[in-house]
């Protein structure tokens, strides 16, 4: 029956399947793999059908590998990456690629890889150099084709050399279009915004209602936001800022969401509401799950966050156990789950390290970006 069917049905069945499922597929037989390649190509508007995979690339410097876990299998595999682009890092996530900072020039300068076809694309470089800015990302479809998947990334702030010697902070937003492939200055930006998003602020950003938000790294935590429609920016206060031992933001149901933890106590997940000053305790950290993680001390200060629509990971490095709250789809809840620490894949032991995570849907199709 299968190979009876026709080549648009059976793409259509294919693009709801699970990577691993369509991994499988396009393998399978020779008829099936054309059909596969077409439904990976629009497999993005079902992810959200599926549970994100979490993906460990190590802090310290790019190695010629990384270890991804898929959480259908609840199992770990390693992921070789290609050894031409050594001299880069991680910065974000959009959709199942990555975008990367080449790390060897000094300016910034971005990359989209795609861990799982091994797919590389050096963006074009940005109108005025700078040196550590915020970086945010908005993903988005074309207006004329709406399986087309796009995305748009905003740097503000860095410091840039000066006309007249010296470096200065850069008070200027640029946009990159990813359908038009190129960098566009839209506007101004105060200051003192660009001076906090310089020193202050990791590259971690999150879309919320039209926004894009970045937390500040000092004590006492805030977040800082700008509006894309109207190039305003605003600071938000964190719940609890001046005790939380780590803060993250993270999207949740499409508004904007703080993980964080207090030492000795709980870690919780609060919501930003309607109104802007107005945060609500949704979900806490089981406490049999933080010791688990921490110990009995439970100090939070060495917990690291991420999260994307449909789960939040809480982590350490690559042999530690993660904490995950994670969205059981089709149920309309949130649900508490632990992961085993990556310390054997293939029966081989795995040596533990420092990582960066990062939480995508893997992209199974080979495209130009």
């Not at 691993?20 to 439904?39: D, G, T, V």
């Not at 906090?196 to 971690?204: D, F, G, Q, S």
């Not at 904007?256 to 207090?262: K, R, T």
Request: proline share 5%; charged share 20%.
């Amino acid at each position: 029956m299968w190979s009876n069917l026709p080549f648009d049905l059976l793409a259509k069945i294919f693009s709801y399947l699970p990577p691993e499922s369509l991994a499988r597929a396009k393998a399978a037989c020779r008829n099936w793999q054309p059909a596969a390649e077409s439904a990976a190509a629009v497999a993005h508007l079902h992810r959200h059908s599926h549970p994100p995979w979490f993906i460990a690339l190590p802090t310290r410097s790019w190695g010629l590998s990384c270890y991804v876990h898929n959480p259908v299998g609840k199992s770990w595999h390693l992921l070789s990456i290609d050894r031409t682009i050594s001299t880069i890092k991680p910065i974000a996530t959009i959709g199942g690629l990555l975008l990367l900072k080449i790390t060897s020039i000094t300016a910034l300068k971005l990359a989209i890889y795609n861990p799982f076809t091994k797919q590389f694309k050096p963006l074009p470089l940005l109108n005025v150099a700078r040196t550590n800015p915020a970086v945010g990302v908005v993903e988005k479809t074309s207006t004329q084709n709406f399986s087309k998947f796009g995305f748009k990334i905003y740097v503000a702030g860095g410091m840039s050399d000066s006309a007249s010697g010296g470096a200065i902070y850069q008070q200027t937003i640029e946009m990159y279009d990813s359908f038009l492939d190129k960098w566009t200055i839209i506007g101004p930006m105060p200051v003192e915004f660009a001076v906090r998003l310089t020193v202050w602020t990791p590259n971690e950003s999150v879309h919320s209602n039209g926004v894009i938000y970045w937390m500040t790294s000092a004590r006492a935590y805030s977040a800082m936001g700008f509006e894309i429609a109207t190039n305003r920016w605003r600071e938000l206060a964190v719940p609890m800022a001046d005790k939380l031992e780590f803060a993250a933001l993270v999207p949740r149901n499409g508004k904007l969401a703080v993980v964080g933890g207090i030492c000795g106590g709980d870690a919780a997940v609060w919501e930003l509401g309607e109104d802007e000053d107005q945060w609500s305790v949704v979900a806490k950290v089981p406490l049999e799950l933080g010791i688990r993680a921490l110990g009995e001390k439970m100090n939070w200060g060495s917990m690291k966050c991420v999260g994307t629509e449909g789960a939040v990971c809480l982590y350490r490095d690559l042999g530690s156990g993660i904490i995950v709250r994670r969205e059981a789809y089709g149920e309309g809840k949130w649900e508490w789950d632990w992961i085993e620490g990556c310390c054997l894949v293939g029966g081989k032991e795995i040596k533990n390290f420092a990582i960066k995570g990062f939480l995508l849907h893997p992209n199974l199709a080979r495209s130009d970006f």
